[in-house]
């Protein structure tokens, strides 16, 4: 019995001390550092300065809902996007499945950087697919880029592969038994594709949208290229604390405000909508 | 379909005991290592400078950061050339406030992130430096020829009296770069907020030169002290401004691009680094704004922690030789610190030794000032509002 649990304990050491040392430690000297107090020049002192954490929230709440609201979007956008698109690689693409979802996610062997600064050469004023978007009616005062539509375009486009690959993954493990006993009980295509296929994905769905919502709410790349004075995110306002202002314990307390929020998002979200399906469930609830 | 469902009731006894148990001993582990107090980027108190040594002959390599669009290619390879010293050049120093936002934490540990020189720096950062300690007294024996050759009207600057710590690496012109085709009716600084031009717009994230530039315009007497109301109007110009969405960006020297594209139809831009876009795009010109422009200087200086600064010395003393400076001149067309340089190039290029932007005359430059400074609880006040418009 002690055996066993010291093979418990033995096989998560090595998880663990990589969390200590480059989680856990790193958060705790981050949390130190934000209740800091002074200047670069003066120096920093750890002195409980909880205002750090007032005055980081009451300066930059807009950037802060900004970026729940543009990640938000991104999501469910990515989410219209890559349903249907595993779905049709799933139930439509045969022998080809393989490679249709290598060609998915064949953009993605470039760097994040590059494909962030393409966009921002495609999205260009004087391009002709901002000439197109123009002429429907879609860019108001003739540019995309420095919109917030393209900031959310940016990243939607960025996070897709995480979104598509768990939906993949959940749907291609459905059996497609259960939707041929579907259709024999009666269910029209559509009612069977919403009472059987989607539940059934919704293992894919949460952990998709989790997948792409939490890195999105923090990221800063595409709202610096893609975006304008107005666009700005979190992230940008952390870097920029930490880089031009120096200002290290307010970046420090911002950065913590986000994780917070996050986490107890994610936790609200996965009690509510994931419980069950990320625990896995059984056909009996599918009702 | 049926998963396992992990058996929750009995996996979280006891749970909180041990997650107790697990910050205790990182409690434990911080304590030990006493890393986790004192954070290694406290800035700290004014420290003694100490001088960047020179022994013997000048080899080895040598690692410099300057800003982009700032130098001929031929400098370099001519410097190794002539030196034998391996030299690596960076581009990295895309405003003022990032790289010594970067470099900052290293310079308090008494490093210089393997730089050897700095070529960047404007004046209030060389001041920073030399009272944080992070820049190195220069020793004059070992840079003769920048004593030698330095012009008159740029030594014993107010930042750094006797140039004790640094000498100008080039100065420049601030004022608009416009692109002629799309805008050609800019010819102040207050006509960048021109509605017509609404998201077409760029300025930079330097304080001092864009809030310069723009103060000009809006009539403020450079030969006065510039007071705090002068100094907010000009912030608050911006914020509105930005607020208006008259500003596509703000850039550091990622500003170019853009104006090359024409998604911006003009920005506050550098005489020499409008010179050498419009090499690249005729359009592409640089406006003396009507109220006059701010003149900036650069400034080399020796890092705390450099390595090798013999060979900084050399390549100061290199850069400060009138035909090396002249090389540089005609790539960059920036103004030279260095005297006789006019003269080099009146016999290569006599045009260009007529140019009014690149050696400017009194007269041309009359209503030009030099880059504002600012000090004490003033700065820190504008800085904080500027801040919070770039950033914000």
């Known amino acids: 019995m002690i055996r066993r649990r010291l093979t418990g304990y033995a096989l998560v050491l090595p998880g663990a001390a990589w969390l200590v040392v480059l989680f856990l430690i790193p958060m705790y000297l981050m949390w130190r550092l934000s209740l800091n107090s002074g200047a670069v020049e003066s120096g920093f002192h750890f002195n409980w300065e909880w205002a750090n954490y007032k005055e980081a929230f009451t300066l930059y709440q807009e950037q802060f809902f900004r970026s729940f609201y543009y990640a938000g979007i991104a999501t469910v956008v990515a989410l219209v996007i890559a349903y249907p698109l595993a779905y049709g690689i799933i139930f439509y693409g045969g022998r080809y499945k393989t490679i249709l979802l290598l060609l998915v996610l064949a953009p993605f062997l470039t760097t994040y950087l590059i494909r962030t600064l393409a966009w921002e050469t495609i999205l260009s004023d004087q391009s002709p697919a901002v000439h197109l978007l123009s002429a429907v009616g879609l860019a108001p005062g003739g540019h995309v880029l420095g919109t917030a539509g393209a900031v959310i375009a940016g990243i939607t486009y960025n996070f897709l592969p995480f979104m598509v690959l768990p939906l993949f993954a959940s749907l291609e493990t459905i059996d497609k038994r259960y939707l041929e006993a579907a259709r024999d009980l009666y269910a029209s295509p559509r009612s069977a594709f919403w009472r059987v296929t989607v539940p059934l994905s919704t293992p894919g769905i949460v952990a998709g949208a989790l997948l792409t919502f939490i890195p999105a709410v923090g990221d800063y790349i595409n709202a610096n290229f893609l975006g304008g004075p107005n666009n700005r995110m979190i992230g940008n306002v952390v870097q920029g604390l930490y880089l031009t202002e120096r200002n290290y314990p307010m970046a420090a307390a911002l950065s913590f405000i986000l994780m917070v929020v996050i986490t107890v998002a994610v936790a609200i979200y996965i009690r509510v909508a994931g419980s069950r399906a990320l625990m896995g469930d059984d056909l009996s609830e599918l009702g | ?392």
């Not at chain 2, 050339?81 to 308090?108: C, M, R, V």
């Not at chain 2, 090499?279 to 705390?304: D, L, Y």
């Not at chain 2, 400076?325 to 006599?350: F, M, N, R």
């Open chain 2, 1 to 392: 379909m049926r998963v396992n469902r992990p058996s929750v009731g009995k996996r979280r006894q006891g749970a909180p005991r041990k997650i107790g148990t697990a910050v205790a001993a990182l409690l434990v582990l911080c304590v030990a290592v006493s890393a986790c107090g004192s954070s290694g980027i406290s800035g700290g108190e004014t420290a003694e400078s100490s001088t960047a040594k020179a022994t013997g002959k000048a080899s080895g390599s040598l690692t410099i950061s300057n800003w982009p669009y700032y130098i001929s290619p031929k400098t370099i390879p001519g410097f190794e050339k002539a030196t034998g010293i391996k030299t690596t050049y960076l581009e990295d120093y895309n405003s003022n406030e990032e790289f010594y936002g970067k470099l900052q934490p290293l310079l308090a540990n008494g490093e210089s992130g393997g730089r050897s020189l700095f070529a960047g720096p404007s004046p209030y950062i060389v001041e920073r430096m030399i009272r944080q300690g992070y820049a190195q007294k220069l020793e004059k024996n070992a840079i003769k020829t920048v004593v030698e050759n330095a012009s008159p009207d740029i030594t014993n600057p107010a930042y750094d009296p006797g140039n004790k710590y640094s000498y100008p690496w080039m100065s420049g012109l601030m004022g608009i770069a416009v692109r002629t085709d799309l805008a050609p009716d800019i010819k102040s600084a207050c006509d960048l907020f021109n509605p017509k031009y609404k998201g077409k717009v760029e300025l930079f994230t330097e304080m001092r030169q864009t809030l310069g530039v723009i103060m000009k315009c809006m009539g403020v007497d450079f030969s006065k002290p510039i007071t705090e109301e002068d100094w907010m109007a000009a912030v608050n110009k911006v914020k509105q401004a930005k607020e208006d969405g008259q500003l596509r960006k703000f850039a550091g020297n990622d500003w170019t691009n853009e104006l090359l594209r024409g998604d911006v139809v003009a920005s506050t831009g550098a005489a020499g680094d409008t010179y050498q876009l419009e090499q690249e795009n005729p359009n592409v010109k640089w406006v003396m704004p009507e109220q006059g422009c701010i003149i900036f200087t650069n400034a080399m200086t020796i890092p705390v922690g450099a390595p090798n600064a013999t060979a900084a010395y050399a390549f100061m003393n290199y850069v400060y030789e009138p035909k090396h400076a002249a090389q540089i001149v005609e790539y960059t067309h920036y103004l030279s610190p260095v005297a006789g340089v006019q003269q080099v190039i009146a016999k290569t290029d006599p045009e260009l030794a007529e140019n009014e932007l690149v050696f400017p005359s009194k007269k041309s430059i009359a209503k030009c000032s030099p880059e504002p400074q600012l000090s004490g609880e003033m700065e820190q006040k504008v800085t904080a509002a500027w801040n919070a418009v770039i950033n914000g």
